[in-house]
């Protein structure tokens, strides 16, 4: 199972001395921008110093605003002539971020992925058809080049045409997808309306879902109706896109490729290391990037690290799924919560369908939280009083997980707006006081 064995299984210590060497790389490779050039000076650092993990402390966090400040070329270290693409972050909380990338970044990026979906027992022989955005979104080429890589035939589908999706499937014998976990929740009824059971009709096995936060409820729903292992799979486009953390067969927390990456765990408010097993802010240092390394970037996304070896044999730290971002959490009448925990309490009730929407209003000055919940097809034509019940169910199953009482509003299944990328799941109407 294991793509580049003695990389994945290496001993801690070494993996440890691998790191430092990479990381002076790293910095001397930094120190061309101009972002770092000049840092670098007014703070006297330069590679020969940084050789142990709170050395890299001494170097200053940076931030998406920081990415933004220097826009465009800010941070590129190689000369232009030496980059061959560009990708972006997908914007969904504020203006874009740009990457770019040298050949060996691709190379050494579709390794990454490669060994991500070998992990999972994609071979040769698979059928790999990728419904991730192609463009500037990571997910669609990083999965790409790394299918390739590995040798198994892709169809580089793209995301959205459901029906197309589901016509490809069937005639090419697709055993493996790469989708976005909202978007395969909403397939499961363009399943049912073109009379299509994947798991009777299709050769689904393995399933990569990721670029958003999800629970496992909704791992379980998926896997439940296509007949598939689903992998989580998490990156960032600052980090490449995919295969920076990526689930083994345990299932059970993503592995970190500590190679190529060095992850710190830090509380967002104090900017502190928080003790391993502690929940915390995701920071990330590029071990290998020529175009753009990237040292200590804050990715606002909050895990744990588990602190005891995955019984997989692979040595890289594994880290939790992601609750959010510190820049999700919403503010309820006081109380904090994320969007998953109300997706984690949805997708564990049986009646309720694949989409929901969270709104919040100002009434009479109070926060208004509403949940809008798609139910299972053929509910609404039956007992009302059914109904009724289940919405009493899904407000006290809220309460008892976030602490306040929402309103919840039934809808017919297809109701919601729906996304090809990730999902929008709250819209905030409040009134923005001071
Ligand atoms: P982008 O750079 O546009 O690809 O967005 C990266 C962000 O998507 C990450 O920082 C996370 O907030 C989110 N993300 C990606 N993969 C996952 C995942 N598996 N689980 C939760 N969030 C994810
Ligand atoms: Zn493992």
């Known amino acids: 199972m294991f793509w580049d064995k003695d990389t994945e299984t290496l001993d801690r210590d070494s993996l440890r001395q691998l790191q430092m060497q990479l ?8 120190a061309q921008s101009p972002y770092y050039q000049s840092l670098f000076k007014q703070q006297g650092i330069s590679p020969d110093k940084i050789n142990s993990l709170d050395d890299l402390r001494r170097i200053p966090f940076i931030e998406k605003t920081t990415l933004r400040e220097h826009y465009p070329y800010g941070f590129l270290a190689a000369p232009k002539e030496k980059i061959v693409r560009m990708h972006s972050s997908s914007g969904t909380t504020g203006r874009a971020t740009v990457i770019f990338h040298t050949a060996h970044d691709i190379d050494e ?5 490669a060994r991500c979906m070998y992990m999972t027992g994609v071979r040769e022989n698979d059928v790999f058809q990728n419904m991730m955005g192609y463009g500037l979104f990571t997910g669609g080429l990083g999965f790409h ?5 590995l040798g198994a035939m ?5 995301a959205g045409n459901s029906k197309r999706q589901i016509m490809l499937m069937k005639e090419f014998e697709t055993t493996v997808i790469h989708i976005i976990p909202s978007y395969a929740l909403h397939l ?12 009777k009709d299709l050769k689904l096995r393995i399933a990569f879902i990721g670029a958003e ?29 995919p295969g920076v953390a990526f689930e083994c067969p345990q299932q059970n927390g993503m592995h970190v490729w500590e190679d190529s990456y060095i992850l710190e765990v830090i509380d967002p408010k104090t900017l502190e290391p928080v003790k391993p097993g502690t929940e915390g802010e995701i920071v990330f240092t590029s071990l290998k990037r020529e175009g753009m390394p990237l040292l200590r970037y804050r990715t606002r996304d909050l895990a744990y690290v588990y602190p005891e070896p995955c019984p997989c044999g692979r040595t890289h730290c594994r880290m939790s799924r992601i609750k959010g971002r510190t820049d999700d959490m919403l503010i309820v009448k006081g109380v904090n919560m994320f969007p998953v925990q109300i997706e984690k309490t949805l997708m564990a009730i049986p009646e309720v369908g694949t989409n929901f929407l969270i709104i919040l209003d100002t009434v009479e000055d109070n926060d208004q939280m509403t949940v809008k919940v798609e139910v299972k097809s053929g509910m609404f034509t039956g007992d009302i009083k059914h109904l009724e019940t289940l919405r009493r169910r899904i407000v006290d199953d809220l309460r008892s997980e976030i602490l306040c ?6 809808v017919e ?19 923005q006081w001071g």
């Not at 009482?405 to 039934?410: A, D, I, S, Y």
Request: glycine share 8%; no cysteine; proline share 7%.
């Open 23 to 30: 990381l002076q790389k790293t910095v001397a490779q930094a």
């Open 109 to 113: 990026w579709a390794g990454l992925v």
């Open 145 to 149: 080049y790394g299918a390739e890589k």
């Open 154 to 158: 892709v169809i580089p589908s793209g």
């Open 188 to 199: 499961i009824k363009t399943f049912q309306d073109e009379d299509v059971d994947p798991k």
């Open 213 to 241: 936060p999800h629970t496992e409820e909704t791992r379980r729903r998926i896997e439940d109706a296509y007949g598939v292992k689903a992998y989580n799979s998490y990156g960032l486009s600052e980090m490449n896109g």
């Open 405 to 410: 009482t929402p309103r919840v509003e039934l």
């Open 413 to 431: 299944p297809d109701t919601l707006p729906k996304s090809e990328g990730k999902a929008v799941r709250v819209i905030d109407n409040r009134k």
